[in-house]
């Protein structure tokens, strides 16, 4: 999602978030709980479309190219994070587990993920002449993290709000 902001104005960003959560929580409002995987179906489907059709909106705009890729991100990052919580959940409800040992594997999970598409961007994009000092330069983001105070305070203050 962060790297989709990267390509969008914030107030798309926002509004892609919010609209996603309404449309989840209004199938969600209508569909009976018997019923909720076709709910979430549905909810999914429709976010989809929005977020194509805003693709196509866009593309008829000149210079529109990176706010769809960023728009296409973050779709696609909020259909990992629910793939991801509905694996969670499956897990939860088959399996006895602590809920420390449940948060560990969480973040387990996602440092991975992270170091995964951080070494792939790295190799694909950022090591690359155009992609020197970009986004995905793993090298100068390294050295921006440990040269900046503010970065790495951060950065750790972050990481203890969100465990």
Request: hydrophobic residues 50%; charged residues 15%.
């Amino acid at each position: 999602m962060n790297v989709g902001l990267l390509f969008v104005e914030p107030s798309i960003y926002q509004m892609t978030l919010v609209a996603g959560v309404a449309v989840v929580g209004l199938a969600g409002w209508l569909y009976h709980k018997e019923d909720p995987p076709e709910s979430v179906r549905d909810a999914a489907i429709l976010t989809i479309r929005a977020a194509v059709n805003y693709a196509v909106d866009e593309l008829k705009k000149p210079g529109a190219g990176l706010a769809v890729i960023g728009v296409l991100l973050i779709a696609g990052a909020q259909i990992f994070t629910a793939s991801q919580f509905v694996l969670e959940e499956y897990i939860l409800e088959k399996y006895a587990l602590e809920p420390l040992k449940v948060v560990g594997w969480e973040g387990i999970f996602g440092f991975s993920v992270t170091v995964l598409g951080m070494i792939v961007m790295y190799l694909a994009v950022g090591r690359t002449s155009a992609g020197r000092n970009g986004y995905f330069d793993v090298v100068e983001g390294w050295r921006e993290v440990s040269s900046y105070k503010g970065i790495w305070v951060s950065s750790i203050a972050i990481m203890f709000s969100i465990g």
